[in-house]
């Protein structure tokens, strides 16, 4: 369907100068990141102390559902974009999200015994198909409802990426203090969270009108079209069913998950290659080598920051002081820390990058990522100095908890939302959406691995001090090891931006830049596939 021929954005009416269809997906998307991250502040606890895994165990289970969660979006995309249309792919997500969180809710008996468990591995695999199909399309229907040349597009998606660190900030300290509270317990967290999903599945039924047919699909009447019985549209659901049915089993059996991610990634990154070196020209073959580069450094950074729902929760909740200013939040609520810094330090980036860029003192692309690695693990560093200082025998003072968040979301604003828009400008057209892919695969393997590390630091079994000192002892090593290699990619970050070739860069068309790149939200906000705006 040609967006021309769709009534203007404004045409149901605008609030604050914006269509009323941004308010719908904002309203939309903060729901869902509010039963996400509350679920998520939640689940490493659950496993640990409800289901009864080790650890070990838990953190491994952990990484491979957030590598899934980050992968199923390239398969829900490319549905949305082929077949169903960004509206129904939304829909139909929000609607398996809805049931894996109130799955959530059933309990059981607990340990891993018990048949409840069974319920618990669907919820997951519902979650992340869920995430899959929603995730990856509500962020292209905000540009949807903009003209390309309109000015307000960039604006829209602040608005938009506030609603994203707002639900998840609120998901973190609502499902965090019912989940853990000893009055409450987790069928109360979850549920909440199953709630808030439910709202915002509520507002995206309820604001379709609002979105005056923005998302719907390219050939309605191919979606019609009859196979075996069903229509095509119906196919279509029962492949996502297909999908929870693969995610119920690979959740369940980590090593699948894996060793997909191992030979997918090295096969995608050869087939990559192969493409650079025989067809592409000389200065176009050395941008997509950047890439890879920084699609590289990206895996490390994820690796670190994503212990944050796993191993530092863990910390947080045994080891850590958190009483401060008469208060003493729930470890999970901690989680609540990283939105809460993004909203606050969002601005004052853009507003620094703007003016070092004007000049001409912006760091490079290379040299932020290098900027980043070195933040992800002075934060470790500074917690376990503060860990040390303290004493181990003593519960670490929760400023530092402060800290290594704060460190690790500045970090986070030198490379998320710098990668998206490095892996758009670096891509020939053609390759455009096999990079972006490539970059979401890094992601979740940097996910998974952040699991394998975490599963390291398990020492539950070793008395509470001994227990500190090997999370410590972690936490120093890959700290040492993340300013190690952030130092090496500073040092080569010249020779990264001369293969960029920035001065010779032109556009392929006028109208191919990442709508979102240059914003900042959650990791990975701008979603897989990102619709596009003018360049000046």
């Not at 894996?100 to 979650?127: K, P, R, T, Y």
């Not at 997509?288 to 580069?293: D, R, S």
């Not at 996910?447 to 590390?453: H, R, S, V, Y």
Request: glycine share 12%; hydrophobic share 50%.
């Amino acid at each position: 369907m040609a967006t021309q021929s769709m009534p203007h954005g404004d045409s149901a009416g605008t609030i604050l100068g914006h269509p009323k269809g941004l308010f719908v997906l904002f309203f939309a998307e903060m729901w869902e990141r509010f039963s996400y991250y509350g679920m998520r502040a939640l689940l490493i606890f659950y496993l640990v102390q409800h289901w009864l895994f080790s650890d070990s165990q838990a953190s491994i289970i952990y990484g491979a559902y957030t590598a899934l969660v980050y992968i199923a979006p390239v398969v829900g995309g490319y549905l949305a974009d082929r077949y169903l249309g960004q509206r129904k792919a939304v829909l139909f997500g929000a609607v398996l999200l809805t049931l894996g969180h109130f799955f959530m809710a059933f309990e059981g008996d607990g340990g891993q015994s018990s048949v409840i468990i069974n319920v618990f591995w669907l919820a997951l695999a519902l979650i992340i198909v869920g995430s899959g199909f929603l995730k990856a399309n509500i962020s292209v229907m905000v540009g949807q409802l903009y003209p390309r040349t309109d000015i307000r597009r960039d604006p829209a998606y602040t608005i938009f990426y506030m609603g994203i660190n707002l639900g998840a900030a609120l998901g973190s300290l609502i499902c965090g203090y019912l989940g853990m509270h000893p009055d409450y317990g987790w069928s109360y967290g979850f549920g909440a969270a199953g709630i808030g999903m439910l709202l915002g599945l509520v507002v995206f039924v309820w604001g379709k009108p609002l979105l005056l047919g923005r998302g719907e699909p390219k050939e309605p009447a191919k979606l019609k079209q009859r196979r075996a019985g069903l229509n095509l549209e119906w196919w279509t659901y029962i492949a996502g069913l297909a999908m929870v049915a693969l995610c119920w089993l690979a959740i369940q059996y980590q090593d699948l998950v894996g060793w997909v991610l191992a030979i997918f990634g090295l096969g995608l990154v050869a087939y990559v290659v192969f493409i650079a070196i025989k067809r592409l020209a000389s200065e176009d073959r050395d941008r997509i080598f950047a890439a890879l580069f920084l699609i590289f450094v990206s895996i490390v950074f994820w690796a670190l920051f994503e212990q944050a729902g796993s191993s530092l929760n863990l910390f947080t909740d045994r080891h850590v002081d958190r009483s401060f200013f008469g208060i003493e939040p729930t470890a999970a609520q901690f989680q609540s820390l990283n939105a809460i810094y993004i909203v606050l330090l969002a601005p004052i980036f853009a507003i620094v990058w703007t003016w070092l860029g004007r000049r001409g003192w912006e760091p490079s692309t290379p040299m932020k990522f290098g900027l980043a690695v070195i933040q992800v693990g002075l934060g470790f560093l500074v917690l376990v100095w503060g860990a040390q200082a303290a004493g181990v025998q003593n519960a670490t003072p929760v400023l530092f908890i402060f800290l290594i968040y704060l460190l690790h979301t500045t970090g986070e604003l030198c490379l998320s939302p710098v990668g998206l828009s490095a892996m758009n400008r670096l891509s020939p057209v053609h390759m455009a959406s096999l990079i972006m892919g490539t970059w979401f695969f890094a992601s979740a393997t940097g996910n998974f691995a952040a699991g394998l590390i975490a599963s390291a630091t398990g020492g539950e079994n070793v008395g509470e001090e001994a227990g500190r000192e090997v999370v410590l002892g972690v936490y120093e090593t890959v700290g040492l090891y993340a300013v190690g290699i952030g130092i090496v990619v500073m040092v080569i970050s010249p020779l990264v931006k001369r293969l960029m070739h920035l001065d010779t860069l032109a556009d392929d068309t006028v109208d191919d830049d990442l709508l979102g790149g240059e914003e900042v939200g959650e990791p990975q906000a701008a979603g897989i596939h990102p619709a596009t705006r003018q360049r000046d």
